[in-house]
C-alpha cells in the first residue's frame, strides 16, 4: 500500500513532523520550494524511515513524562514521633519511612517529603496539600472525617511517662491532677482526656500543656517544667533503650491505640497500599518496630 502518493507530500509530512518536535533549522528549505527539488525513490524511503522514528521518538518521550508526573507521591511527616518517624544524622528514619519506601520501591513510585509539626502534618493531608501522612497517627473517628485511612499496621497502649529521678508513681486516677501533663497539639490524647477524663473531674482540659512536637514537650520534662508526657508504649521503649533518655512510666492506660497511614480522602494509592501492608506481614513489620525502638 503507498502511503504517499508523491514526494511532495512525503516532505510535507516530515516538515510538520520537525516543526512538531520543537527543533529549529534555519537552513531548512521552505516548503513552497520542494518543486525545485528533484527527488529519488531511495530518498523517499530514507525519509519516510525518518519520520517514523521521530514521531515513535516524541510519543515515548511524551509518555515517560507524563507517566513520571502521576507518579510523584507528596508526603506529610512529622520527625519527632520515635520508633515510628524521627531524624538520625539528619535524616528522617524509623518503622513509617521504612514501609513507604519499600511501597515505592515495590509500586515504581518516587515521592517528596515535607515536615510539619504534628498538627500542621494532618492538616496538609486533610487539605489534599499531601497524598499521604505517616508518623505513627492514630486511627480515630473524628480524623476519619477528613482523610482516610490504612489498615491498622500497629496496636500500642498509652503511657504518662515521667523523669526516672522523680520517682511517680501513680496507683490511682485521682492522683493524676496533682501533676502537669503534656503533648504536641493535635495528639490522639486530647480527645481522651475530654471524652475521658475532664467529664469525671478526673483532669481538666486547661492544665494540659500543648507543644509543637515531643521534642519541645521532652525538654520542659528535662528542665522540671513539666510533670509527665503522654505517648505510647513503643515511643517510651524507643527513648529509653535507643536514646538512653532517663525515663520511666508513672501509669500506663490499657488503650488498643491503632495506627494507620493517613491519605486524602478518595486516595486512589490507598487500597494497594494495604495490600502491600498484607504482603508485609506483621512479622515483618514487629521486626521493623524492634529495629527502630533498640
Excluded: H
Excluded at 516532505?11 to 520550494?33: E, M, Q, T
Excluded at 494532618?122 to 505517616?134: E, I, P
Excluded at 491505640?257 to 504482603?279: Q, V
Amino acid at each position: 500500500m503507498r502511503l504517499f502518493k508523491n514526494s511532495r507530500a512525503l516532505l510535507s509530512c516530515v516538515y510538520y513532523v520537525v516543526l512538531a518536535s520543537g527543533l529549529a533549522f534555519p537552513n531548512v528549505v521552505p516548503i513552497v520550494k520542494i518543486n525545485m527539488i528533484k527527488i529519488t525513490q531511495s530518498f523517499s524511503k530514507t525519509l519516510l524511515l525518518s519520520a517514523c522514528i521521530l514521531l515513535s521518538f516524541l510519543s515515548i518521550g511524551c509518555s515517560k513524562s507524563d507517566n513520571k508526573t502521576t507518579k510523584v507521591l507528596q508526603a506529610a511527616i512529622s520527625p519527632s514521633i520515635p520508633p515510628f518517624m524521627f531524624e538520625e544524622k539528619g535524616q528522617p528514619v524509623g518503622v513509617d519511612i521504612e514501609i513507604f519506601k519499600g511501597f515505592c520501591e515495590a509500586r515504581g513510585y518516587t515521592y517528596n517529603l515535607k515536615a510539619y509539626d504534628f498538627q500542621g502534618m494532618l492538616g496538609a493531608v486533610a487539605s489534599g496539600q499531601a497524598d499521604v501522612a505517616f508518623s505513627g497517627i492514630s486511627i480515630t473517628p473524628k480524623r476519619m472525617e477528613v482523610m482516610e485511612f490504612s489498615n491498622p499496621y500497629v496496636e500500642n497502649s498509652w503511657e504518662l511517662i515521667s523523669l526516672s529521678k522523680r520517682n511517680i508513681q501513680i496507683t490511682n486516677l485521682a492522683q493524676i491532677k496533682n501533676y502537669s501533663i503534656g503533648f504536641p497539639t493535635g495528639a490522639v490524647f486530647m480527645g481522651y482526656i475530654t471524652s475521658e477524663w475532664a467529664p469525671k473531674g478526673i483532669y481538666p482540659i486547661d492544665r494540659v500543656k500543648l507543644y509543637p512536637s515531643y521534642s519541645e514537650a521532652l525538654t520542659d520534662l528535662n528542665n522540671g517544667n513539666l510533670d509527665l508526657v503522654f505517648t505510647d508504649s513503643s515511643m517510651l521503649l524507643t527513648y529509653v533503650n535507643k536514646m538512653k533518655m532517663p525515663l520511666t512510666s508513672s501509669y500506663q492506660i490499657a488503650y488498643a491505640d491503632r495506627l494507620g497511614f493517613a491519605f486524602i480522602k478518595g486516595s486512589p494509592i490507598r487500597e494497594d497500599f494495604n495490600k502491600y501492608l498484607a504482603e508485609l506481614g506483621p512479622e515483618k513489620i514487629k521486626a521493623m518496630e524492634t529495629k527502630w525502638s533498640k
